[in-house]
């Protein structure tokens, strides 16, 4: 009996692992494994389910045109469920257990920055689609969002030419994002000749929903005679409860313009957008773009998601970007090592959804048009304003005491994330 | 003979003359009869200005085609503001409020939307200009609304073109409310046009006179005071700032009443489960957010079968909401807490459990993105009431707030339900030896609680987001509502509500949003520890449970 049992448990062991190896074996020779690490569940699943989805979609076709180097793509979708610690350990999960070969994922700056050293130590691929802060370079991130040189300078300088705006309210959540980029925004603001009276910077908790007293407090700012503006990197949740209290206290676009850089079209589908025409929002992407190559996009995604109302937005164009330039690389390296397809990927270039071409720079950043556009009636927007030119990502802030020094430049021999041009030496960070 | 050699002196100087006078009448004629081409002209050239690439452009053809006295320049410049106007090929096109195209050079109907048409661009410079010209236009309206709008957008663009239109305005003006507007229009102009030191300086008393924002807006920025000028401006601005200072108290006040309103909304509900029953529910934030959904369909569903009612959304709303959230209620009483009576970690762990449940439910159900609930119109917009700008959805649920405390408060006095709730809630073995059948009131008295949480949900979806995690923003301030205010006690709850409200609201213009919550919190903290029972303790041998 106990020597039967001990057989059939022998044998089911070894039954199991050759099970195992086996599909293991045909996995790994079959398919390269692409993961996706955005947040399905809790706070950050309103925005970041979008970017699975679009994943999902980019490799399903990229598997219909053949794959990549002749093998199919495999998605492996991970939860770390808006939890930042958990971020960290489905990263490692995804590198170490998965085997995958690049990661796309993450959306707030702090589950980037949880999983920065997790890609460090196991020396993989993480393409990050959102606009951020800056002030980071790490050899294994390509951000393919705006650096803040992308988005909020661009936006500022079409308020001050266009709108004549000389009185600014620099609005945000508490967290990372929005107190560097003001930082960044105080002192180019400075730089340009505004007074530090005429500069106002508050900041809200997460889901601030009671707006009254900020709104007030705004209206006030801007009844000194000069032209006011609003410039919010509020966050998500707390941005209709903002846009709400503006609409009801009478704050129309013409008297008091707010631009965001956080409010993008998925933002506005939860909003009765008639009392926000004319508000502002700069990104590198709207669905509105008029080229033939976003019209494609959209009726791909409109079919892939089965819901012709679906919108499109800035960080899913960056994902695409970011995906079609990974898949260049990984051709022109002809393997997906992790080493070799990073140095590939420096001057791939790739078409965007607004008619030209991004280029992944030596620094991780790519290069991209800025668009100002203005809300409408139907929640999309109106672009009043095109950079003529690519702007190139700038991680280390120009106009930041102890950053302006620093550049970034991945290529070999200097291949150093934060090289100080004043001292002439790697690792010259300024704080 | 005198008369004669007159005449002949007089022949030779007829012909020209009479061809002069010919000549004039011609003239005249030619003039009379080109005057409408030329404004014909004058319109058809600040029309193709709009096909411009250029703001500048369209900026300039805006006040060409005011100034030209085309007949539907009112609609047209309406139709660009809403971005109605459209360029199609040479003609510009524009589609009017009931959805009929129309040229609008000649302003004659056409079949249709015309092929590539391209809306004209316009941005926020191009939709204030707008509203200067509309302005200008629409200052001898026959709608005494529109008229004051108009003075309201002349006294905002202080375009010095309509100085002679403001002026012929207020001569024939009767209107009381529009005559003081066009009053103050005239003073804006004035200050800042040429006219001299006396008319200027009266002006500014015009200014001073309306002590608001607005007024010390146009009072800072005027150009080139003259001294005595200056001094006036001064002691006009000391006196609206300091009126100012005293609304803005009285303002900080008001708004946080109306931030405890909405606390106490979120927490009276609380305050019959964890407060009379002792029930910790994680899940009430979720009974709230049901509540907001509720409304949503309900919005949804008048949307898509009838537009007509959507003023009464709220009110159609209110008794599903409470209905669906009080089901939902006493059947996770029933299912689950039921069990849990007297296991108050247990309890915590599972209801925390199930607001997660309930959370991704949602999420799968109606997808992770914010849905839209609009305000009906009696919700919207804002009134002004000395210096204060009161927005009518926070009055009105400032209102709501305080009927439905009303009527729970009715309901646990003055109802049977309420008396047996109050006896099975003080001795449980007593009331059940008296008849009453503890289980089902129970099972009641949380469905109330979950009911009134989807009530409150209702309201909320008025000022917050409607999504998954609507719930979980409200459940920390519910418990600290009812701790504070003392657990058991409604008008503790409504106390703690306005406490809290007022507390938040007068920190916030000095510490900032971030600060003062902390602050709160951290004295909300001390005071536990000093009144571990809150602001109102129940008294009596209930408590010694």
């Known amino acids: 009996m106990s020597t039967r049992f001990t057989k059939w448990l022998a044998g089911a062991v070894l039954g199991a692992t050759a099970m195992v190896g086996a599909t293991a074996g045909a996995k790994a020779e079959d398919t390269i494994k692409v993961g996706v690490l955005h947040s399905l569940s809790g706070t950050m699943a309103i925005s970041e389910t979008t970017l699975k989805d679009v994943m999902l979609m980019l490799i399903e076709e990229q598997n219909k045109k053949g794959g990549v180097l002749g093998m199919k793509l495999e998605p492996v979708v991970v939860d770390p469920a808006s939890d930042w610690p958990l971020f960290a350990e489905k990263a490692r999960e995804l590198i170490s257990v998965n085997k995958v070969s690049a990661v796309f994922g993450c959306w707030t700056s702090v589950s980037r920055k949880s999983v920065l050293p997790v890609f460090e130590e196991l020396d993989s691929i993480l393409f990050y689609p959102v606009q951020y802060e800056g002030e980071e370079s790490s050899r294994n991130i390509f951000y393919t969002g705006a650096a803040p040189n992308q988005q909020a300078i661009p936006a500022v300088d079409y308020l001050m030419e266009e709108e004549g705006v000389e009185r600014w309210v620099l609005a945000g959540t508490d967290y990372v994002y929005p107190r560097t980029t003001n930082k960044i925004l105080e002192a180019y603001l400075k730089a340009k000749g505004v007074a530090a009276d005429d500069i106002m910077i508050n900041y809200t908790p997460f889901g601030h929903s009671d707006w009254q007293t900020i709104v007030a407090d705004i209206k006030k700012f801007g009844s000194a005679g000069k032209k006011t503006a609003v410039v919010s990197t509020i966050n998500g949740d707390a941005n209709v409860p903002f846009y709400k209290e503006l609409a009801n206290q009478g704050i129309a676009a013409t008297d008091i313009p707010v631009v965001a850089f956080s409010v993008g079209e998925e933002e506005l589908a939860g909003l009765d957008t008639s009392n926000l025409v004319g508000h502002l929002a700069a990104w590198n992407y709207f669905m509105s773009v008029d080229t033939p190559e976003n019209a494609e996009f959209i009726e791909k995604w409109q079919a892939f998601t089965e819901n012709p109302k679906r919108v499109s937005n800035d960080p899913m164009e960056a994902h695409v970007i970011g995906f079609n330039m990974w898949v260049k690389a990984v051709e022109k390296a002809g393997t997906t090592d992790p080493d070799a397809v990073i140095d590939a990927l420096i001057g791939v270039s790739v078409p965007n959804l607004s008619g030209g071409y991004s280029t992944m720079m030596p620094n991780h950043h790519i290069t991209k048009p800025v668009l100002i556009g203005e809300i409408e009636a139907d929640g999309q927007f109106n672009i009043v304003s095109q950079t003529s030119g690519l702007i190139m990502g700038d991680e280390w802030s120009d106009y930041l005491e102890g950053s302006k020094d620093l550049i970034s430049d991945w290529r070999a021999p200097l291949s150093c994330g934060n090289f100080n041009v004043a001292t002439g030496k790697c690792g010259g960070s300024g704080e | ?545």
């Open chain 2, 1 to 545: 003979m005198m008369r004669s050699l007159f005449l002949r002196c007089l022949r030779p100087l007829a012909a020209p003359v009479l061809a002069a006078v010919m000549a004039a009448a011609f003239v005249l004629a030619g003039l009379m009869a080109a005057a409408p081409a030329a404004r014909a002209d004058a319109a058809g050239d600040a029309l193709a200005l709009f096909a411009s690439k250029s703001y500048d452009d369209i900026e300039k053809g805006i006040a060409d085609l005011a100034a030209s006295g085309h007949p539907q320049a009112i609609d047209i410049l309406s139709a660009l503001g809403d971005r109605r106007l459209h360029v199609a090929g040479d003609a510009i096109v524009f589609e009017d409020a009931a959805g009929t195209w129309h040229d609008a050079l000649t302003g004659a109907a056409l079949d249709g939307e015309p092929a590539g048409a391209k809306a004209v661009r316009a941005n926020n410079r191009i939709r204030r200009a707008v509203d200067a010209a509309l302005g200008q236009l629409t200052l001898m309206s026959a709608d005494a609304g529109k008229r004051y709008d108009a003075a309201l957008s002349v006294f905002k663009s202080r375009d010095q073109a309509s100085l002679p239109l403001v002026r012929s305005a207020l001569e024939t003006e009767q209107d009381g409310k529009v005559k003081r507007a066009l009053q103050q229009a005239l003073a804006a102009l004035t200050l800042y046009g040429d006219a001299d030191e006396t008319a200027k300086l009266e002006a500014i008393d015009v200014i001073a006179d309306m002590g608001n924002q607005d007024a010390l807006a146009t009072l800072v920025g005027v150009p080139e005071p003259t001294p005595a000028m200056a001094e006036a401006i001064s002691s006009a601005q000391d006196a609206i700032e300091s009126s100012l200072a005293i609304w803005s108290g009285v303002q900080s006040v008001y708004y946080g009443i109306s931030l405890g309103s909405v606390l106490l909304l979120a927490a009276i509900g609380l305050a019959i489960t964890f407060g009379v029953m002792g029930v910790i529910n994680m899940a009430h934030g979720e009974m709230v957010m049901i509540g907001a959904y509720t409304t949503f369909m309900v919005q949804e569903v008048i949307r898509n079968s009838a537009p007509f009612l959507f003023d009464y959304s709220l009110a159609i709303a209110l008794p599903l909401a409470f209905l669906v959230a009080g089901a939902v209620g006493v059947a996770i009483e029933r299912g689950i807490i039921r069990f849990l009576y007297g296991r108050p970690l247990e309890t915590l762990l599972a209801t925390f459990g199930l607001s997660l449940v309930l959370q991704q439910a949602v999420r799968t159900i109606f997808g992770p993105t914010n849905r839209e609930v609009g305000n009906p119109s009696w919700m919207s917009g804002a009134f002004d009431l000395g210096g204060l700008t009161l927005t009518y959805n926070r009055m009105w649920i400032i209102v709501f707030a305080f009927v439905v405390l009303a009527i729970l408060m009715v309901v646990l006095r003055r109802t049977a339900f309420g008396l047996q709730m109050r006896a099975v809630t003080q001795n449980r073995r007593m009331a059940g030896s008296m008849g009453i059948r503890t289980n089902w009131v129970d099972s009641l008295t949380f469905g109330l609680g979950s009911g009134v949480a989807g009530i409150a949900g209702v309201a909320l979806s008025q000022i917050d987001n409607v999504s998954p995690n609507l719930g979980q923003g409200y459940i920390i301030d519910s418990f600290m509502v009812v701790v504070f205010g003392g657990v058991g006690n409604l008008w503790g709850t409504l106390v703690g509500a306005l406490t809290l409200g007022i507390t938040n609201k007068l920190l916030e213009p000095v510490a900032g949003a971030v600060l003062g919550k902390i602050i709160v919190l951290v004295a909300l903290v001390l005071f536990i520890q000093r009144k571990p029972r809150g602001l109102f303790p129940q008294k009596g041998r209930a408590v010694e449970r």
